[in-house]
């Protein structure tokens, strides 16, 4: 009887460990329920005239890839991160050559095997000719703080 509760109570941690994951990586400030049932939605391609810009930070041997849909005239930045940390970009940009665009990232990082909420937020250009995206970044979590910056790129 104790294995099996031994074995149940594993089951309960490692499940809430990976449900506060998948609502902070995912769900920002939504009802969990409905960001849930959104989940099982089809993702949306990109929208005619935006970009999908792309890049890879490294930071003490764990990594993460950005991708953020930028759209070229203008307006609201939408976008993903994976690899050790699992979240949501959003941002705006203006849409000039060199315009600014800025807005937050937010997830939860599992470094170790617990998931941790972070967030961070950016600021950076959209260069169209050279089609990059350089931007610095403040990042948040488990008590910490951590400054960077990075280039994103598209086609």
Known sequence: MAAFILILLILVVLGSNEAVGY??????????????????EEEEEPAEGEVVATGVYDYK???????????LGGGAV??????TCEGMVKGTFN???????????????????????????????????SKTVPF???????????QGSMPLTYK
């Open 78 to 83: 939408t976008g993903t991160i994976s690899g």
């Open 136 to 146: 610095s970044f403040t990042g948040k979590g488990g008590g910490l703080t951590h």
């Open 23 to 40: 609502y902070f990586s995912r769900c920002d400030d939504e009802d969990f329920f409905h960001c849930l049932m959104e989940s099982l």
């Open 95 to 129: 849409g000039q050559q060199n315009g600014a665009i800025s807005g937050t990232m937010t997830g939860a990082c599992s470094p170790f095997f617990v998931n941790i909420p972070a967030s961070a937020e950016f600021t950076g250009t959209v260069n169209k000719t």
């Open 61 to 71: 041997g764990y990594s993460v890839t950005i991708t953020a849909n930028i759209p």
